[in-house]
């Protein structure tokens, strides 16, 4: 029987238990040894609930301990490129949660790690792990919908700001608001659809405005609501919008963790030459193409799957492979990192930002 791979998870939080977690012990391949957290009472009841490992609190320990092989990083944005450094230094394989980190330059300090220690480093882009996102790249590929000019990307919401007031709110923390918590999926989706063209500039401007009286905000529902804190800091873009030029098609924008319109709009339109897409974020997607001098509208069918667990599966399966390089590798998405810094700092400074190779 083949040695299980032994992993650790550190950060014990909602993406850890919702998501990384669960997808793993469904992987016969592994045996969770760690779950690390800060606060310890969620390391003992992730220990409680799953049945497995040991909880701890400082995650050091999981670095001198050389039958753990590979990590989890699910902690908040500001500990993402400090853990995954420490873990590839200390030569374990990463699977970090989205974003790669708060900014640019961390992710960049990330990527040299993983080389300089020939260390995998994945992010959890998990939306390359979708069947209706796979299927779409490879209608594009096949020319299907002809070349690609623009797309469009809406990922909007009424009154859904996560945990106002914690982590997800303070910039210090989180590096920014619902561009790096939401966006850098919908972004990422494009990229990896369109084979990752080359950023070359960008505009756009951001909105601090509904979450900034915490104690006053209205709401119907929240993720991570345990972290809510009316006392805590709110500094981060509740709405943002802009345009992306490439090498490739335009990549036009607008996001918002609350709008004052009472309507949810997820969606990427991709808009070529002979037809074009709108995938609904999470769900299928609508095709229309031009043929028989006719305009034909379908909403394809497929299998669908569930991507985190793909995602975990395929990172296990990377860990046995090194040599293999996932969609999700750092080298990939460190061009999405580059261009939501792009857009934030176009936002800050209110003018065009020019990419720089």
């Avoid at 230094?89 to 993983?114: F, G, I, T």
């Avoid at 469009?152 to 859904?160: D, G, P, Q």
């Avoid at 989180?174 to 989706?189: K, N, P, Q, S, T």
């Amino acid at each position: 029987m083949e040695k299980k791979i032994k992993v650790a998870v550190i950060g014990c939080g909602t993406i850890a238990n919702s998501a990384h977690i669960p997808a793993y012990l469904k992987n016969d391949a592994v045996e969770i040894k760690y779950f690390c957290d800060i606060i310890l009472e969620k390391a003992e009841a992730a220990v409680k609930k799953y049945g497995c490992g040991i909880a701890i609190k400082d995650y050091h320990e999981i670095l001198k301990d050389d039958e753990v092989v590979a990590v989890s990083v699910c902690t908040p944005n500001n500990m993402h490129s400090i853990i995954s450094i420490d873990c590839l230094n200390a030569k374990k394989h990463v699977l970090c949660e989205k974003p790669a980190a708060r900014n640019y330059s961390e992710a960049l300090k990330m990527q040299e790690a993983a080389h300089k220690n020939n260390c995998i480093l994945n992010i959890g882009v998990v939306n390359r792990f979708n069947n209706a996102v796979r299927t779409i790249k490879s209608m594009i590929d096949s020319g299907e919908i002809g070349k690609v000019h623009h797309v469009h990307v809406s990922f909007r919401a009424f009154r859904s700001i996560p945990g106002i007031g914690g982590a997800f709110t303070n910039k210090d923390i989180a590096g920014g608001g619902v561009l790096i918590d939401w966006g850098v999926h919908y972004l990422d989706i494009v990229m990896y659809c369109m084979n990752d063209p080359k950023p070359l500039s960008a505009s756009a401007e951001q909105f601090i405005v509904l979450g900034k009286d915490i104690k006053n905000y209205v709401y119907t529902g929240m993720w991570a609501e345990d972290t809510r804190d009316v006392n805590g800091v709110y500094n981060v873009d509740d709405s943002i919008t802009g345009l992306i030029r490439t090498n490739g098609p335009v990549i036009s924008f607008i996001g918002a963790w609350a709008q004052n319109v009472n309507a949810g709009e997820s969606y990427i339109d991709f808009l070529g030459d002979k037809g074009g897409i709108r995938l609904h974020y999470g769900a299928n997607f609508d095709l229309v193409v031009s043929k028989n001098n006719s305009l034909i509208q379908s909403t394809p069918v497929f299998k669908g799957n569930d991507h985190f667990i793909e995602e975990i599966n395929c990172f296990v399966d990377n860990v046995k492979h090194p040599e293999k390089r996932l969609p999700s590798h750092i080298d990939t998405v460190i061009i999405t990192a580059k261009m939501m810094q792009g857009i934030y700092d176009s936002a800050e400074k209110h003018e065009e930002i020019k990419f720089k190779d």
